[in-house]
């Protein structure tokens, strides 16, 4: 099945992308070929490596442009860009199987890109922030909210929920899926879970669930082709679960931020801590800890493997180091045009090195040698990837081989009359004639108009949502919309989603007509009060589905109908001699009440571990009231939990150093809030210092401070040298030649 997927999404990529030279889509398409059928020939390995071969394209993001720029490595130049998203935006692109996914984080949108249109053939909306996340495999797209620990399948080409959501019971740290389609998740109580998707039952199953002791809220996980890396450096902690060759080891103490590889060979594992400008390396069974800042890289960035290399972009340097896998200098620095920080991606065996909004780029090829690449060309038109498919316009047909027949003269008129040679019967028609389109004086076949190719309809246009109905139990609304073009072909049917906060997260129907009723569940949450729905409509035709018009909904506000004002006595006539007339125009409503602002509400934090904190609460009458939502807000590192307004205490994540939060009260219209008194707090780290010598799996010593100058010790310090050089002699150090 995988096979079929990744093929599909090849061949799509290869002969569906417009504007390519006629010179690289022939290369490609003999080079596809050629190796398809030395697979048919040899068997599925080769077919395998078939499939997997690429147009050679690859999609970089221009996040201060909201748009992805699709750059050939080739000829060093974009060629096409994709508005996705507006300015100012914080894209991640996903590109895998023949699919290209784009996530928002500042906005949550994600959308997918038809790389055989171009077209955005659906789009969902997820939380902003860190905490959603996009995964790809085998054709399948995984969409991850670890604030609610939650991970659904997505159509891949709509984005609508199929089937049941995995639900881990509590947030999730990190979710990642190797390549075969494993789907491993961790989550804050340290439980590494590993799922597969049942197709018959449109469930996850879960495999394994395995407790690992010292993972919590700030473990990360590196998938492989088989298998995962779990890295919980807070606490010291390395595990490896289903490579074949699972690993065990531990590594002093690294507190703060960490940015693992997003995939890497299991006997290769990087991983970035940039609070304190580390690298931590897991080399087989070995793990090093790499002093980058003694390297010119004061605050790495998310490590990348390449060829057996680890390339490290450097935040705020303007540069990417390389290590080996021994965590020694693998190659020159390799310089990042831009001024922003580098970011460094790898497709169709090639390393990209970019920067946000740069003109350019650098491409590192299989042996290590850089090059130069356009990305951002301003005579490159941008392209809308929500317009209006254009349907395929037929050549007109040849014209026919045969010559008309000479003229005949007219026996009458001629001095010699020929007798007129007979012709083969034609065609009947009534009256006894000939069709109007063959005539005695010519033999021509009658010209015939070739039938249109049909291509999937448009996306339907004019999408509205009224309200139909409103009990306590359910809300019913009316979906309609304009007929879809039909691009040569008749529409047969629409296909209508609508995803919400509501039990279920999702309702669909088809319909051979333009509007549709959709009823949803109030019962479990306040979207029946003042929620939102996302509305997404698909025509389809016998040329297959075309791409979805969308439309957002909130739900209105309930009003309750003031009773109608008591009669009154009619006052008697005024005098005939004035007349008062008094227009009134009533006050507008007033706005939905919120609590007092500025009130003391958060007590002192209480330790639960080293990055979590219980914060005690006291919330006054009118905040214990509040019908609108409250949320515990970290002003410092932008977090968010929510909370009831009436809740005597909060358990959330916090970060080492200063931490500032609030109690955050929403209006029920959302049309304003307010903050009660900050709580100020600071959280130390508890990581043991182990000074220039860094132990690491039990008894290994290992130094990597490559630049650190060597300071005159004197006769006491030459003393302490030889007492620390029979200790290593005694434990006996052997690592490459290092000690």
């Known amino acids: 099945m995988d096979m079929r997927i990744g093929m599909a999404g090849k061949v799509q990529r290869f002969f569906g992308r417009r504007g390519r030279t006629r010179e690289s889509a022939s290369y490609g398409a003999a080079a596809l070929g050629v190796l398809l059928l030395v697979g048919a020939a040899l068997g599925n390995g080769v077919a395998r490596t078939a499939v997997d071969v690429s147009d050679g394209l690859t999609w970089l993001s221009d996040s201060p442009r909201g748009e992805v720029v699709q750059v050939n490595p080739a000829s060093g130049r974009p060629e096409t860009r994709l508005q996705v ?22 906005t949550g949108q994600i959308t997918v890109i038809d790389l055989a249109t171009l077209l955005a053939s659906g789009r969902r909306q997820a939380n902003p922030g860190p905490a959603s996340k996009v995964l790809v495999s085998n054709g399948r797209i995984y969409v991850v909210d670890r604030t609610t620990g939650t991970v659904h399948n997505a159509d891949p080409v709509t984005l609508a929920d199929v089937g049941k959501a995995w639900e881990a019971g509590q947030p999730l740290a990190d979710v990642v899926v190797d390549d075969d389609g494993v789907v491993w998740a961790v989550d804050h109580g340290g439980n590494l879970h590993a799922l597969e998707w049942n197709d018959g039952e449109s469930r996850f199953t879960e495999r394994s669930d395995e407790r690992i002791p010292g993972a919590g809220p700030s473990t990360v996980l590196v998938p492989h082709k088989n298998g995962v890396t779990l890295l919980g450096l807070d606490n010291g902690v390395v595990r490896q679960a289903g490579t074949g060759q699972d690993v065990s080891a531990s590594t002093p103490q690294l507190s703060g931020e960490v940015l693992a590889a997003q995939t890497s060979p299991s006997g290769l594992v990087p991983a970035a801590v940039p609070g304190s400008g580390t690298v931590v390396i897991v080399a087989g069974d070995a793990v090093l800890r790499v002093n980058v800042a003694g390297l010119g890289c004061a605050t790495p960035g998310r490590p990348v493997v390449f060829r057996d290399k680890v390339y490290v972009p450097c935040r705020g340097a303007g540069k990417v180091i390389v290590l080996d896998r021994s965590g020694n200098r693998g190659g020159p620095d390799v310089s990042a045009a831009g001024s922003g920080d580098p970011e460094v991606v790898t497709d169709d065996g090639h390393l990209f090195i970019s920067a946000p909004g740069a003109e350019r780029g650098t491409v590192v090829d299989a042996d290590g040698s850089t090059r130069q690449v356009v990305i951002r060309s301003p005579e490159l038109q941008v392209v809308n990837p929500d317009r209006p498919p254009i349907p395929e316009v037929p050549s007109p047909p040849p014209p026919s081989p045969r010559r008309p027949d000479p003229p005949r003269d007219n026996p009458r008129n001629s001095n010699n009359p020929q007798p007129p040679r007979e012709e083969p019967p034609g065609p009947q028609v009534p009256g006894g004639g000939v069709p109007t389109s063959q005539t005695p004086a010519s033999t021509a076949p009658p010209a015939t108009t070739p039938p249109a ?55 669909s129907a088809t319909t051979s007509g333009t509007s549709v009723a959709l009823t949803f569940p109030c019962a479990g949450s306040s979207f029946c009060d003042n929620g939102r729905l996302d ?16 439309r957002p909904w909130n739900v209105p506000l309930q009003t309750t109908t003031p009773p109608p004002p008591p009669p009154t006595t009619q006052p008697p006539p005024p005098p005939p001699t004035t007349t008062t007339t008094t227009t009134t125009t009533p006050p507008p409503p007033p706005p939905a009440p919120v609590p007092t602002a500025g009130v003391t509400i958060i007590g002192t934090p209480q330790r639960v571990d080293q990055y979590t904190r219980t914060l005690p609460l006291t919330p006054p009458a009118d905040w214990a009231s509040h019908d609108g939502r409250c949320e515990l807000v970290n002003l410092t590192h932008g977090y968010i939990d929510p909370v009831a307004c009436s809740a005597n205490s909060v358990t959330v994540p916090v970060e080492i150093g200063s931490n500032r939060v609030v109690l955050r009260a929403h209006a029920r219209d959302d049309s304003r809030f307010v903050d009660s008194a900050a709580r100020l707090f600071n959280v130390r780290s508890e990581e043991p210092t182990c000074g220039r010598v860094l132990c690491l799996n039990g008894n290994r010593l290992v130094e990597l401070s490559p630049t650190d100058p060597v300071d005159p010790a004197g006769p006491a310090g030459a003393g302490l040298g030889f007492l620390a050089l029979a200790v290593l002699l005694r434990i006996g150090i052997r690592r490459g030649g290092r000690t």
């Open 453 to 507: 190719v049909a291509a999937v309809p448009g996306a339907p246009p004019g999408i509205t949502v009224t309200l139909a109905s409103r009990t306590a139990a359910n809300l019913s609304v009316t979906v309609s919309w304009g007929a879809a073009p039909a691009n040569g072909a008749p529409v047969t049917g629409y296909a209508v989603t609508a995803t919400g906060s509501f039990n279920g997260g999702n309702a």
């Open 535 to 550: 509305v997404s409509v698909t025509a389809t035709n016998s040329a297959g589905r075309g791409p979805a018009g969308t």
């Open 85 to 106: 998203s507006g300015g100012n935006a914080a894209l991640e692109i996903t590109q895998k199987d023949g699919l290209l996914v784009v996530l928002d984080r500042r």
